[in-house]
């Protein structure tokens, strides 16, 4: 039986704050509700979605049947690129995160969201993580990406610079698009497991998409509960690991004298690919 939003939150956890999954515990209901949001979400994602994503699913055999099997899906993932799924109960700390990265382990909430968040919940739950982050991870160049970001994680909480590495988690891991000769396509895990933003990061006039620049991406703040003002368009992943897979201290450096940027604000210099309207933010329901 369900036992609220997250079941496993009073569940045992390890001093690198990862649980028993427990497989065979989940209900038929939260599989029938993976099995909804998995075929809503996969409906939309064709012509949306990256290629890289789409090829990476099918490697990882992701299906609508249920709840993946993490031990199951870490089999798979590992003899593509080394990569596992860990089972957490929620959010871990920082410094926690950062050394399953570096280590090549994607901590994965493993409870499901209830059924009256099924559009939206705050805290990842096993579809974001699974279904909107762990199919690039199947992805070698991708997943060196997220190995890196990892490894840079410690220094920046030691320099008292995190907030700015988290933009870059931000508008990449989470909400980044990438170019393509078929036009833009997404890769970050938040518009992929979101019904509404999958087709308003790509389609709606409202937001600004800029050029990926790793500098801009730093200074930039960002929405946590909407959709984004702005999303950074990168050129491939090889650009992507080749533009921060370098030593981020003399970015820092130049980072703590340059102003917050205001997450629709267009700044010289930026790569402009679409200018926003803002129509959507300008409505009743965003007046302040």
């Not at 920082?94 to 499901?112: C, K, M, T, W, Y």
Request: aromatic share 14%; with cysteine; charged share 25%.
């Amino acid at each position: 039986m369900e036992k609220g939003k997250n079941r496993y939150a009073d569940a045992p956890r390890r001093d690198d704050w990862t649980i028993e999954q427990n497989w065979p515990s989940y209900s038929a209901a939260e599989h029938d509700r993976w099995s909804r949001l998995y075929t809503r979400q996969a409906t939309l994602l064709p012509g949306r979605a990256c290629d890289e994503y789409l090829a990476a699913m099918d490697a990882l055999a992701l299906a609508p049947a249920g709840v993946p099997d993490f031990d199951v899906l870490s089999a798979r993932l590992s003899a593509l690129t080394g990569w596992r799924v860990v089972p957490v109960a929620g959010l871990v700390p920082d410094d926690v995160f950062f050394e399953h990265l570096a280590n090549r382990r994607f901590p994965a909430g493993a409870f499901i969201r209830p059924e009256e968040e099924l559009d939206y919940l705050e805290e990842p739950d096993v579809f974001h993580d699974i279904f909107g982050h762990v199919p690039l991870l199947a992805n070698p160049v991708y997943a060196r990406f997220l190995q890196a970001y990892g490894e840079g994680g410690r220094r920046a909480l030691a320099r008292g610079q995190l907030a700015n590495l988290a933009r870059l988690y931000w508008y990449t891991v989470e909400f980044g698009l990438l170019a393509t000769p078929a036009g833009l396509r997404i890769f970050g895990a938040g518009i992929l497991s979101s019904p509404a933003e999958t087709v308003f990061s790509l389609e709606d006039f409202s937001p600004n998409r800029i050029g990926f620049d790793l500098e801009r991406v730093m200074r930039t703040n960002y929405i946590i509960d909407d959709f984004q003002q702005c999303y950074f368009v990168v050129d491939g992943f090889e650009r992507l690991l080749e533009a921060c897979y370098r030593d981020f201290g003399p970015i820092y450096d130049s980072l703590r004298s340059e102003a917050d940027l205001a997450p629709h604000e267009i700044a010289p210099g930026d790569a402009l690919i679409t200018r926003g309207d803002f129509h959507y933010f300008r409505g009743e329901a965003h007046a302040a």
